[in-house]
């Protein structure tokens, strides 16, 4: 009995059908025909019996086809932790990861762990939630950061672990006539232009019309959450962003708010049945450590 064996018995099963079979494996009816009779015959019982032109699988066959598909499927999963093991080796991490977090936090984290592992090479993937996990689903991802865990009940396969609590601040250019203020109120914000991610906008994250009884007046709403900061520094508006340490304070103003807004909270996931290598355990080690979680 070998693994092709195996392959051929399942396929036959599946399609009821030697000649079915036989195109979808490319491998003559013959030679499909001596394989399952040896099959038979290390087994002793038949697994296939014929009814009039067609074959129908025996109860034999049935029980043998479900160890069969597992014995096939643990042998795949092998494979893929082989594979794991080789990138352990080639030290390499991918990350998946929402624009807004790809901006602020991933650079962040990268260049600290880059200071003391300057041989690892990193893979980025900036995408939706969605994909993320999908992407961990089918090891295409070490490991994925984002703030929305509303769908995370999906997946049972992955683990969820809360990294960073980054404070709602308001930031304004030197030259706005607010900068020299430590605090401010959101009342005080009404007659301003505002400068808002025109993805990020109705995310519940920064939703902050509902603690105000007024619509914000938008000036600009980019696209990218890259140059949000950078369009305020020029001086297009003020806007509301997590406080993080990627944010430049020799162009911009920040200023805490008076009323509480919450936090945006940043979670790293991956797929908790992954052999994860050393060097990924060594990076998520790296992350908790410097967020103090």
Known sequence: MNLQHLEYFITIAQ????????????????ALSKAISKLEEELDVPLFEKNGRNIE???????FLNYAKLALNDIEKGIEELKYMKKDEEKNISLSYTECIGTSFIPFII??????????????????????????????????????ISCINNYPEIKTVLV????YVLVTSKSHHLSNKTE????????????????????????YTKFIDYTPKISVQPSEAGILVGLVAAGAGITIVPNTPMINTNEISILNIKEDIGYKSIYMVWNKNNLNSKVINEFKNHILKINNI
């Open 15 to 30: 399609n009821k059908s030697f000649t079915t079979a036989s195109n979808i494996l490319s491998v003559t009816q013959p």
């Open 57 to 63: 699988i025996t109860r034999f066959g049935e029980v």
């Open 111 to 148: 260049s600290s762990f880059l200071e003391v592992h300057s041989d690892i090479k990193f893979k980025f993937n900036n995408t939706s939630v969605e994909k993320i996990l999908n992407n961990l689903s089918t090891r295409k991802t070490d490991l994925g950061f984002f703030d929305d």
């Open 164 to 167: 960073s609590k980054q404070k």
């Open 184 to 207: 401010v109120s959101l009342s005080e914000l009404k007659d301003e232009l505002f400068v808002v991610y025109n993805k990020g906008f109705s995310n519940k994250g920064i939703s």
